[in-house]
């Protein structure tokens, strides 16, 4: 039973325009978000958090944000860059669940 | 400030035996986490400590997986005997605390069981 999906498993954009990789989560008592990315090679690397209290979090060219009657949230990125092409894991925690829960990730890759 | 190292960075063994990784957390982080990450998944929690003691191993299993992390730093992973469908990617991460510090990975050790 996934708790948390990433609906898409890949993703490709054009240089400059903007990436939205999008999260999707069914238990209700999540009340903290993050994304993760990784490299191949490497480990997942934290890029952004929010707050169930907050609806949209910024941090440069990404921002996140969260819908929470619809369980839902996504991650902009703008403007896109090839730099920004590796595996994009959304993940969640709260309620009775102590630990990160992990989606399966969207790899974004960035033409340029 | 140093990261999270693991070793070794790749393992292959033959079903049956048994293999280790370690890990080395980022200095003054209370909380270590061991994950594993088969291909085309997310990172599945294994066990999780708070210095020296774990505060969740539900989903390890426990008949062929133990870990310890001994004086509250460094910890080992042990799998014995291995599986096949043990392959997979296992990352150590650690945090500040139990909250909602922002976990920091190592770099991973990759199985093969073949």
């Known amino acids: 039973d996934q708790q948390v999906k990433q609906n898409s498993p890949s993703l490709s954009v054009q240089e400059g325009r903007i990436s939205i990789l999008n999260c999707d989560y069914t238990?209700?008592?999540?009340?903290?978000f993050l994304w993760y990315k990784k490299y191949p090679a490497e480990g997942p690397t934290f890029l952004i958090s929010i707050s169930s209290i907050k609806d949209k979090n910024e941090d440069g060219r990404f921002t996140v944000f969260l819908n929470k009657s619809a369980k839902h949230l996504s991650l902009h990125i703008v403007p896109s860059q090839p730099g920004d092409s590796a595996v994009y894991f959304c993940a969640a925690i709260g309620g009775s669940q102590g630990n990160l829960i992990f989606g399966k990730g969207t790899k974004l890759s960035v033409k340029p | 400030e140093a990261g999270v190292a693991q070793s070794p960075r790749y393992k292959i063994i033959e079903k049956r035996q048994s293999v280790a990784f370690w890990c080395n957390p980022i200095?003054?982080?209370?909380?270590l986490y061991w994950y594993q990450q088969i291909l085309g998944q997310g990172p599945k929690l294994l066990i999780q400590?708070?210095?020296?003691?774990?505060?969740?191993d539900s989903q390890l299993p426990k008949d062929r997986f133990s870990a310890e992390r001994l004086k509250g730093v460094d910890s080992t992973l042990k799998i014995q005997p291995a599986k096949l469908e043990d392959s997979a990617v296992y990352l150590c991460?650690?945090?500040?605390?139990?909250?909602?510090?922002?976990?920091?990975f190592g770099n991973g050790t990759r199985l093969t069981v073949t």
């Open positions: 200095s003054g982080h209370a909380t």
């Open positions: 238990n209700s008592m999540f009340d903290y």
């Open positions: 400590f708070q210095n020296n003691g774990v505060v969740d």
């Open positions: 991460a650690s945090s500040m605390d139990r909250g909602h510090s922002p976990l920091h």
